[in-house]
């Protein structure tokens, strides 16, 4: 089965060369209701190419937005013309992480006529054929409470890498570690290992509230589990865990600064 084209609203067949190489045939225009394909409107001249399955398109690598993964491998299903004239040489590029599955786009300029689907190897490290314009999505923002100390930050980024890709028992445990830096500043005359003892301190010096001091202990639990129990972490505790530490974090270092901030701001007003 030949892959289908759209141009300007129109499907057109089109085939493969023995090389594998798209071309495009002269058959008959087919409408596009009858294809499943959605009308595209004139001002736009997009032209779709599919991905058969018999034949093998192009790759590119990147780091995946969805699961974290650095340095990924992407499977590129599809690609258009992103212009609104045929003379427009920017291709977006659909393709699927080898990991996650999950789709990405990516914009690049044609240097030569080639297509990315025709390249063979990574068409964002062949600058010669292609010149990357953008990525989406774009990859994912840290949320690293302001204020913590660097090792802290350091523990907390590492937990959300991990559960971004989907390691829940490292994320667990990393998030454990987070929190368990995070307390020390407060209690750091108890051993570093007696982190229910810090959480206990701390409520009972009214740091944190009760709720947050039974909430604390869920986290140190679940952590613990993660480490060092049979049973494998879950997506839904990572999750809550993720909830939990930075809720924490923001409460004993962000909250407090933002408060000297909006207090530095009246005094001078």
Known sequence: MPSVEVHCGVARHVGFSRKGLLRRSRLPT????????PYLPPASC??????NGDQTMGSLVHDCPHC??????????????????????????????NNCLQPVCAVVFLVTSML????????LQAPDYFISRAFYPAKLEKDTPDGVPLAVARAYDQAAASR???????????YRRAMELGLKAFSPEIDAWKI????????????????LQTW????RLDGNDALHGEEEAT?????QMHGLCRFLLLYLYTLPLQVEAAKTRRAGE
């Open 30 to 37: 087919i409408c596009p209701a009858r294809l499943g394909v």
């Open 46 to 51: 997009y032209s779709f190419r599919f991905d």
């Open 68 to 97: 974290g993964t650095l340095k990924s491998g992407f499977t590129i299903r599809a690609e258009f013309n992103c212009g609104n004239h045929l003379a427009n040489r920017e291709e977006a590029v659909c393709a699927t992480c």
């Open 116 to 123: 990315p689907s025709q390249f063979q190897g990574d068409i």
């Open 164 to 174: 971004h890709a989907g390691h829940w028992d490292a994320a667990c445990g990393m």
């Open 196 to 211: 229910e003892k810090r959480i206990d301190k701390m409520a009972a010096e009214n740091k944190i509230t009760p709720e």
């Open 216 to 219: 604390a202990h869920e986290l």
């Open 235 to 239: 997506k839904e505790m990572a999750d």
